[in-house]
T-cell receptor, first 109, second 113 residues
Framework: GQNIDQPTEMTATEGAIVQINCTYQ??????LFWYQQHAGEAPTFLSY??LDGLEEKGRFSSFLSRSKGYSYLLLKELQMKDSASYLC??????????WGAGTKLIIKP | ETGVTQSPTHLIKTRGQQVTLRCSSQ?????VSWYQQALGQGPQFIFQ???????GRGNFPPRFSGLQFPNYSSELNVNALELDDSALYLC????????????FGPGTRLTVT
């Protein structure tokens, strides 16, 4: 079966750095996505990785290792508005997105 | 450029009823995907439409059906509603199956009582 695992909840302090991990087992691989979702709202696109390595985008970076079925999202200089759920999703061989359950990130002052 | 819109925002239905949810894709996008997101879970892929044809389907029963119109807007129909169908239904549009970015609408919150 297809499976994406990420921690249920993480807590971090404002101004700090946090790393959210994601491991996956899917039927084929056509890219890995990270989305941010605030409570009651739609997901918004953060990053896309299809090749191994690190993609940096401002305060957010995403890393991919296809051989290990592993990715992480790194958030730097945390702000209170970063409190949200972070969803990892993999596009499989049928170009369907398989989603993790999301990691709820709580930022404390 | 108009973003993805969905209607209605909220809906309450009774078990056994039928419901139709609507989605207008972003300008220039010809692909629409529908997702069901239960509380505290990630979205689950229902199906995708590309140029008016169903182009992929997740593990949902046939009572979940859809349409895409020539202007690329889309409908999701659910028959014989069950309590477990209560969820946020998200529509996302993109410029093709292989496009790396999908743009999500605000969702329709469906409650089945």
């Amino acid at each position: 079966g297809q499976n994406i695992d990420q921690p249920t909840e993480m807590t971090a302090t404002e101004g700090a750095i946090v790393q959210i991990n994601c491991t996956y087992q899917t039927s084929g691989f056509n890219g890995l996505f990270w989305y941010q979702q605030h409570a009651g709202e739609a997901p918004t696109f953060l990053s896309y990785n299809v090749l191994d390595g690190l993609e940096e985008k401002g305060r957010f970076s995403s890393f991919l290792s296809r051989s290990k079925g592993y990715s992480y999202l790194l958030l730097k200089e945390l702000q209170m508005k970063d409190s949200a759920s972070y969803l990892c999703a993999v596009r499989d061989s049928n170009y369907q997105l398989i989603w993790g359950a999301g990691t709820k990130l709580i930022i404390k002052p | 450029e108009t973003g993805v819109t969905q209607s209605p925002t909220h809906l309450i239905k009774t078990r056994g009823q039928q419901v139709t949810l609507r989605c207008s894709s972003q300008s220039g996008h010809n692909t629409v995907s529908w997702y069901q997101q239960a509380l505290g879970q990630g979205p689950q892929f229902i199906f995708q439409y590309y140029r008016e044809e169903e182009n992929g389907r997740g593990n949902f029963p046939p009572r979940f059906s859809g349409l895409q119109f020539p202007n690329y807007s889309s409908e999701l129909n659910v028959n014989a509603l069950e309590l477990d169908d209560s969820a946020l239904y998200l529509c996302a549009s993109s410029s093709g199956q292989g496009a790396y970015e999908q743009y999500f609408g605000p969702g329709t919150r469906l409650t089945v009582t």
